[in-house]
């Protein structure tokens, strides 16, 4: 089974700054990593995913993410961020295999950017 | 294109009343996934179909919820004697196909409380 840890509920940063927002994974195998945000009152939208190759993936909006298996982590960047990027984060794994794609999520992070 | 819809937007009931979510998948999007996102909590999976059959139905709590694709497309989630923990947002995806390499796109799912 895989479960995944945020280690930070809410960071709340200015704007232009620049924010990581942490994800630490455990499981048995290889693991697929996403990246997913939640805009309130809004679906979820896929921000970026690992699935092979590169460590370091970008993804939309300017956020990017660096797979670190030794650490078991998958922590999110943006060198500046900006108020429409306030919202919640959602880090994902999934087992690849016979787990049809199926996510587990964590628990989330609020990112809060102030003017 | 259109994207996930969910029906209703919100739901409020009764203890121990029977609901019926539904989803409308992307048109042509053969795999579907039910998540539960509790107050406070990332999603949680549910159930998951490919066509008309769920492959997966691990993460159905107990045998009060249950959900049938019978045509391959729309989905309904049924939940019957509802309890109060029942109360949550259930989030539907949809994907081209099953797996990590196909992206899940998310409704905005429907607010289910049970007073």
């Known amino acids: 089974a895989q479960s995944v840890t945020q280690l930070d509920s809410q960071v709340p940063v200015f704007e232009e700054a620049p924010v990581e927002l942490r994800c630490n994974y455990s499981?048995?195998?290889?693991?697929?990593l996403f990246w997913y945000v939640q805009y309130p009152n809004q679906g979820l939208q896929l921000l970026l995913k690992?699935?092979?190759?590169?460590?370091l993936v970008k993804g939309i909006n300017g956020f990017e993410a660096e797979f670190n298996k030794s650490q078991t982590s998958f922590h999110l960047r943006k060198p500046s961020v900006h108020i429409s990027d306030t919202a919640e984060y959602f880090c994902?794994?999934?087992?690849?295999?016979?787990?049809?794609?199926?996510?587990?999520f964590g628990q989330g992070t609020i990112l809060t950017v102030h003017p | 294109g259109a994207g996930v819809s969910q029906t209703p937007s919100n739901k409020v009931t009764e203890k121990g009343k029977y609901v019926e979510l539904r989803c409308d998948p992307i048109s042509g999007h053969t795999a579907l996934y039910w998540y539960r996102q509790s107050l406070g909590q990332g999603p949680e999976f549910l159930i998951y179909f490919q066509g008309t059959g769920a492959a997966d139905d691990s993460g159905l709590p107990n045998d009060r919820f249950f959900a049938v694709r019978p045509e391959g497309s729309v989905s309904t989630l049924k939940i019957q004697r509802t309890e109060r923990g029942d109360s949550a947002v259930y989030l539907c995806a949809s994907s081209e196909l099953g797996g990590s390499f196909y992206e899940q796109f998310f409704g905005p799912g429907t607010r289910l409380t049970v007073l």
């Open positions: 690992y699935l092979s190759g590169s460590t």
């Open positions: 499981s048995s195998v290889s693991v697929y």
């Open positions: 994902a794994v999934n087992a690849g295999g016979t787990s049809y794609g199926k996510l587990t």
